[in-house]
């Protein structure tokens, strides 16, 4: 657990989904809003602001409470607040582009890009890894099997 560089927090902020991750290399809060709401608003901005400080509060009193060899430096950390698309997304599609910022950032830059053109294909994607996850003990409807698994269609 030490040794992990960033830890991701969603969160919901007016009506659409954002993630905070704490940069413990660089002691730096990443404020991920796919939307780029806190860029229209500065009020959003702030609010941002005041719950990744909440949240890193929270963060650091379980790091004491449960880690007994591992004490971060509990200061203010500084907020970087990186442009992730320019593309234009609704709060309705907020919440797959936050999995994908938080699954694809790291610590400069999204490594796969969030754009329109790539959402239909994102959203298949993450459809496909919750149907097939291991372990998953759902029985899929026929039609989703011959999509996802066509030469070994189980029976259901």
Known sequence: MSCTRMFAVPSFIEQSWSAYMFDMKEEVIHVLDPLGLHLQSPAIKELHAHSANVIQDKLFDCFDKYYENW??????????????????????????CMLHCVRNYNGDELEQPLTLNGYSRLQHTFLHEILTMKNNKARLPIHILKIIDPPNVRQV
Not at 76 to 94: A, E, G, I, M, R
Request: net charge positive.
């Open 71 to 96: 004490k971060p430096k509990k200061n203010k950390w500084p907020h970087v607040y990186p442009v992730l698309t320019n593309d234009k997304f609704s709060k309705n599609q907020s919440g797959l």
